[in-house]
């Protein structure tokens, strides 16, 4: 029943990411801030359990269903169709995006220890080592033979590229939400919804939001911090995230 009004007063915001890049710390972020609702939508170009890519009118059909107010986590590419689905219902619309190398060691621990129900995880388990595993989710399959499309990290995150310095989309890095810049990003964050949901009280906003962080009540929580890759690349992961 929900007509443009509604949707122009109380727009459905958007919580897009990379995948393993920070979307559980925006999304609380988003949450403490302001009267939005979690139905549980997951928007994926690509679901983890069946690992094949949704073509983009099935993604606008699930946009066009966003109720107003509604708050959706997403791992969306970019395509037309999705960003002018994403225009129709007034969407604010954030992503989140991290140090690609900080993503491949945060992914190889998530796939091999934690979603055993992701169509890569059984491919991550029969890898021996850890270190082998950043490998793979630097590289790719790259001579694995795998039932998916399974690129090296610079041509997945390629599919999301496009919705970085869009006018209609705000880019957070993960790093400037785990610093000491935090406050700073977090007004940002606060003035882009209320500059496009007609709303006031600033200050307060950006409060809540603050008090709303807490890493340990994300599901998929592993270190949460900037620059674990150094810790962990050797010599070889070095040259080749370089190289990819």
């Known amino acids: 029943r929900a007509g443009p009004e509604d949707y122009a007063s109380r727009p459905p915001v958007l919580c897009n990411s990379f995948p393993k890049s920070g979307t559980h710390l925006l999304k609380q972020i988003l949450q403490g801030m302001g009267p939005l609702r979690d139905y549980g939508a997951f928007l994926a170009s690509m679901p983890s359990i069946t690992f094949r890519e949704r073509p983009p009118e099935a993604i606008a059909g699930k946009i066009a269903h966003l109720a107003p107010g ?29 140090d690609l190398r900080d993503v491949a060691v945060s992914e190889a621990h998530y796939l091999t220890h934690m979603n055993r129900w992701h169509r890569l995880h059984r491919y991550y388990r029969a890898i021996p080592t850890d270190l082998q595993r950043i490998t793979m989710a630097l590289k790719g399959a790259g001579d694995a033979v795998l039932p998916y499309d399974y690129p090296d990290i610079a041509a997945r995150f390629d599919r999301y590229h496009p919705w970085l310095g869009r006018d209609d989309v705000l880019a957070v890095k993960f790093e400037d939400l785990i610093g000491h ?19 006031g009280g600033e200050d307060e906003a950006v409060q809540r939001a603050l008090a709303g962080i807490d890493p340990g009540r994300s599901h998929t929580y592993h270190e949460g911090k900037a620059g674990t890759w150094r810790e962990v690349f050797t010599d070889e992961h070095r040259q080749l995230a370089r190289r990819i």
């Open 70 to 98: 509604e708050l959706a986590a997403a791992h969306l590419h970019f395509d037309p169709a999705v960003a002018a689905a994403l225009a129709r219902r007034h969407v604010v619309h954030l992503f989140i995006y991290r």
């Open 181 to 199: 810049d935090r406050p700073k990003a977090v007004r940002r964050i606060v003035r882009f919804y209320l500059d496009r949901c007609r709303g």
